[in-house]
């Protein structure tokens, strides 16, 4: 067998093969634990830095090992790049190409019954027909169904609907076109192949499927490679719990019109499709007094509480229609099915349940009803188990210092082989952190203009290319309202007036933009070069203490004699800033300058512990010292002056 330095060494089979390659001996330390578990070590957790190059790091050994093995990921983005970049380019270089297959959620493909039903519906303007047509025509064509070939077809686009099927309104093994469905292909592909590759959704569902003795999604593999495992443990709680919403009502009622239509049967079956419409637009209407976001159960308006007998009634009223017209239709009786599903689920979060937390999400179009389990590391440590094989945890984010047992503790593991691997790019010549002196507390009513006040001379001498990272829409907004009195070295992006992709390309093709962000601009986002060199984050990023999820969480560590602080609160908000600076440096030849607008890192013991968790990069005390750098970032002619 190869062993692993012979691909990834300095005189390696890459560094011979693969222009551009360089050794990196984080790199080469990883694959060597992937290698070591492989071999029966047991699991393990990496920390990988950013720019170790990890998915290298554990592909190479599963390669050179020749065994079937799962790779699961957070983003689509890098299921995609696994898929069509490394595993074909790293196969051929070492010259063990593998049989990989790619799954993604069944959203992501196109499905023939639904497309058919819509291209159906007399109801459609002729705009929406023309391009239902033309889905159709690509679809005649396209070995996959993956609607990422349709470019101009994003996550967000009205058309998604019409033309994807979900786990309510999936026909399955009665659909009429099972035989030349995309998603059952793409899940025979994954039966056979050596490397499945999918996301964390995916993986727990087979691993529940498996659980229930009700078949499989993915094959048996004797390695599963978790990236991006930092978000595991949140996506596994949504998926233990249970949740209702009222678009998933509305989807259901309409689908009822739709198929009564094609089986004639509108006379009957509308009354029931109708009131279960004003059911859940009457939820969404008593939530008006409601405040937008998370509401613990006991704090929810009562008429939003009252609310849901009446859809649990309509429910039953639609269920008793559907059950009376029988076997009419395949689509209707699936109908049935997700009625019977979704009152089971709206009764499940009716009981109360002390294990876990029953609670609203309020949003502008929806209202979700949930229960969710407060701790799911025993239920993944079951599936871990009963899955078998070795289990790889990687990410840039996963310990506090060099301690991983607060992620070790979410997902249920009580041993497993754990590292840190800094990352190797030169963060003490190319990056700065500085912290403002003199700013007020971050619950002060002035914190979010003192803060601009500091950043924006920083801003403008750094030529722009900045993200402004807040911890709340509220932060954000105000900061929008400074900026509105003031000249930007150039565009000046808000996250909310555009889908994020859009406003990132934007980004990038500005090179001197300021872009401010907060949830999603934290993670997952890669900007190379030049184009960001400057990150300011408002705040350390401690959980919303009225966040009902947090609330409940916190009260069972204090009930069973824990310190909620240092086993929750703390570990996740540094975890949480790790992230957010993780934007800055992408590259070797990166620079950038930090600012954490926080004066606790500087006043509170634990601030120690953020700062010990950064990229070791010097950190400035003055004012004019970070300006002076700043001003170095800047590319050629695009510095303002500025004076203080």
């Not at 990834?8 to 790199?27: D, E, K, M, S, W």
């Not at 691993?207 to 499989?216: M, V």
């Not at 009981?351 to 309020?362: S, T, Y």
């Not at 402004?468 to 070295?489: Q, V």
């Amino acid at each position: 067998m190869i062993p692993v330095a012979d691909v990834l060494g300095p005189n390696g089979a890459l560094a011979a093969r693969l222009p551009g390659f360089t050794f990196r001996a984080a790199q080469q330390r990883m694959a060597e634990i992937v290698w070591a578990a492989l071999g029966g070590a047991g699991h393990c957790a990496i920390e990988a830095g950013t720019g170790i190059g990890k998915t290298f790091a554990y592909l190479v050994p599963v390669l050179l090992s020749g065994r079937r093995a799962i790779v699961s990921t957070g983003t689509k983005t890098l299921q995609d790049q696994l898929f069509a970049r490394d595993l074909p380019l790293l196969g051929k270089a070492i010259g063990r190409p593998a049989s990989v297959a790619l799954l993604k959620g069944r959203g992501n493909y196109l499905c023939r019954h639904r497309l058919e039903l819509a291209l159906g519906d007399g109801l459609r303007d002729a705009d929406t027909v023309a391009a239902l047509t033309a889905v159709a025509e690509w679809g005649r064509a396209s070995p996959s169904g993956d609607l990422t070939e349709l470019g101009d077809l994003s996550e967000e686009h009205a058309l998604r609907p019409l033309i994807t099927s979900t786990v309510d309104n999936c026909l399955g093994g009665r659909c009429p076109k099972l035989d030349d469905c995309f998603v059952a292909a793409a899940r025979r592909a994954a039966q056979q192949a050596q490397i499945v590759i999918v996301n964390h959704h995916l993986l727990l569902a087979d691993l529940a499927l498996k659980e229930s003795g009700f078949g499989e999604l993915l094959p048996q593999a004797d390695i599963v490679v978790v990236d991006e495992a930092h978000l595991l443990p949140d996506i596994a709680q949504q998926f233990f719990g249970v949740s209702l919403t009222t678009r998933e009502l509305e989807g259901l009622a309409r689908d009822v019109f739709a198929e009564a239509r094609v089986a004639g049967l509108c006379a009957a079956l509308q009354p029931g499709a109708d009131a279960l419409l004003r059911a859940a637009a009457g939820a969404r209407a008593r939530a008006d007094s409601a405040p937008a976001g998370r509401l613990p159960w006991f704090a929810a308006p009562p008429p939003l509480r009252e609310a849901l007998p009446d859809c649990r009634d309509a429910l039953e009223a639609l269920a008793a229609q559907l059950q009376a017209v029988g076997d009419a239709s395949e689509g209707l009786k699936r109908c049935a099915e997700r009625c019977a599903e979704s009152l089971a689920r709206l009764r499940a979060v009716f009981a109360d349940d002390e294990d876990g937390l029953r609670w609203f999400d309020v949003g502008p179009r929806s209202i979700a009803a949930h229960w969710t389990p407060l701790d799911v590391g025993g239920a993944l440590a079951q599936r871990i188990e009963a899955q078998g094989g070795a289990w790889v945890f990687t990410s840039a984010t996963l310990a506090v210092g060099d301690d991983f047992s607060h992620f070790l503790a979410r997902i249920g593991l009580e041993r497993a082989v754990t590292e840190v691997l800094a990352s190797p790019f030169d963060y003490a010549r190319n990056a700065r952190l500085f912290v403002p002196q003199g700013l007020p507390e971050p619950a002060d009513d002035s914190h979010v203009e003192r803060l601009m006040a500091e950043v924006w001379p920083l801003v403008e001498a750094a030529g722009g290319g900045a993200f402004l990272l807040f911890t709340s829409f509220r932060a954000l907004n105000r900061a929008h309202e400074w900026l509105r009195h003031r000249d930007a070295p150039g565009p000046v992006l808000v996250q909310g007036a555009g889908p994020r992709s859009e406003l990132l390309a934007a980004f990038r093709r500005a090179g001197n933009a300021v872009l401010l962000g907060t949830g999603s601009f934290w993670q997952g986002v890669d900007v190379r070069g030049p184009a960001l060199r400057l990150v300011a984050i408002d705040k350390l990023p401690f959980a919303v203490p009225n966040d009902p999820l947090v609330q409940a969480r916190v009260a069972a560590i204090r009930r069973s004699g824990g310190d909620a602080f240092r086993e929750l609160q703390l570990p996740q908000a540094v975890l949480a800033l790790k992230q957010g600076v993780g934007r800055l440096i992408r590259d070797f030849d990166d620079r950038g300058l930090v600012v954490i607008g926080d004066p606790r890192l500087r006043t509170r013991p634990y601030g120690r512990v953020f700062l010990d968790s950064l990229p070791r990069m010097p950190l400035i005390e003055e004012a004019d010292e970070a300006l002076a750098f700043a001003a170095t970032l800047a590319p050629a002619g695009e510095a303002q002056a500025v004076a203080r």
